[in-house]
């Protein structure tokens, strides 16, 4: 058995044994008569023995057809439920998605498209993996995540880096970090006073402040490091935790400022963000998927929910 013509056979010879002769089996699959003996005459053929005999009352079945027969309701019960479940699959009423990113994905990028997509395709199931964009980049190669965001410098040039290779890039979200506060922290209100004056903080007056910030390492912290290079701050960094919305809850706790992204931020949080004049941190987070595989059903209707519901910039 090898190929489809076997599975005809194979249906063939069931018909013929439950309809109890030739005549009611070749009304029920439409075909001719010598068709019927055809197939049944290449599936005995092919197991070299002697599978139905004629009698005057329609067709009985040999010992060793009793064991054919038996095999074969199998092997059309089983071929039945593979067909259903591809259609289920390329109908999206069934199936898996399995994506990855770091804090902002998870908090900022793909909720509201998970919540829009399962308005549509309830049945299908998600797994969410929270990792850095190594591990993504990793992951994506490897197949075991379909869609991914990682994070890129944002002058970095997607078509020469070495670290996209065997990725394909949908798209680019520019990300905006912000540097946020508890709503009694001082800087609150002297960036309120500064506003109503027509200007804004400066990067002074961030020395020496109690800061929350990421792991050393991490993408968005190289990001961070930078920029107070550039601008010559110098906070007091008190904590690095990995979970953006740790980090948030201690802004709320006025335990430090934090820089965070305005993608992670939502209505319920209560933090402001501070204003500081030439301070400019963003960066590119990618929507990536593996360029060795044909994406599956509901990652492709996915990646189209999630790129309408998010700003995304079209892959250069």
Not at 42 to 70: A, D, I, N, W
Not at 100 to 125: D, L, S
Not at 183 to 206: D, F, I, Q, T, Y
Not at 252 to 270: A, F, M, P, T, W
């Amino acid at each position: 058995m090898s190929d489809l013509q076997d599975i005809h056979r194979l249906q063939a010879f069931v018909t013929a044994v439950e309809e109890g002769s030739f005549t009611a089996a070749v009304k029920k699959l439409h075909i001719t008569q010598p068709a019927l003996s055809a197939r049944l005459k290449l599936l005995e053929e092919s197991f070299e023995c002697q599978l139905l005999e004629r009698t005057g009352r329609g067709v009985r079945l040999t010992p060793m057809g009793h064991l054919v027969y038996k095999n074969a309701v199998d092997i059309l019960g089983r071929m039945r439920h593979l067909g259903q479940v591809v259609k289920n699959h390329l109908e999206l009423r069934d199936g898996w998605l399995h994506l990855g990113g770091g804090a902002t994905a998870v908090m900022g990028v793909f909720p509201n498209a998970i919540a829009h997509f399962r308005v549509k395709y309830p049945n299908i199931q998600f797994t969410l993996h929270e990792q850095d964009s190594r591990s993504v980049l990793d992951a994506v190669r490897n197949q075991m995540i379909d869609i991914g965001v990682v994070t890129r410098d944002p002058d970095a040039a997607m078509e020469s880096s070495d670290d996209l290779d065997g990725l394909k890039v949908h798209g680019e979200i520019v990300d905006s970090l912000r540097v946020i506060a508890s709503p009694n922290h001082p800087l609150v209100s002297v960036g309120a006073a500064l506003e109503r004056a027509g200007k804004k903080l400066l990067p002074m007056h961030l020395n020496k402040q109690h800061m929350i910030l990421f792991d050393e390492g991490s993408a968005v912290r190289g990001i961070i490091d930078s920029e107070f290079k550039r601008l010559y701050v110098h906070p007091r960094v008190v904590m690095t935790l990995r979970s953006t919305q740790s980090m948030v809850r201690m802004v709320e706790k006025n335990i430090g400022l934090s820089i965070v992204s305005h993608l992670s931020l939502n209505e319920e949080d209560r933090v402001r963000s501070l204003s500081v004049d030439g301070l400019h941190m963003t960066r590119k987070l990618v929507l990536i998927s593996s360029a060795e595989r044909t994406l599956p059903p509901a990652a492709v209707a996915f990646l189209e929910v999630l790129m309408g519901s998010v700003a995304v910039n079209s892959a250069p």
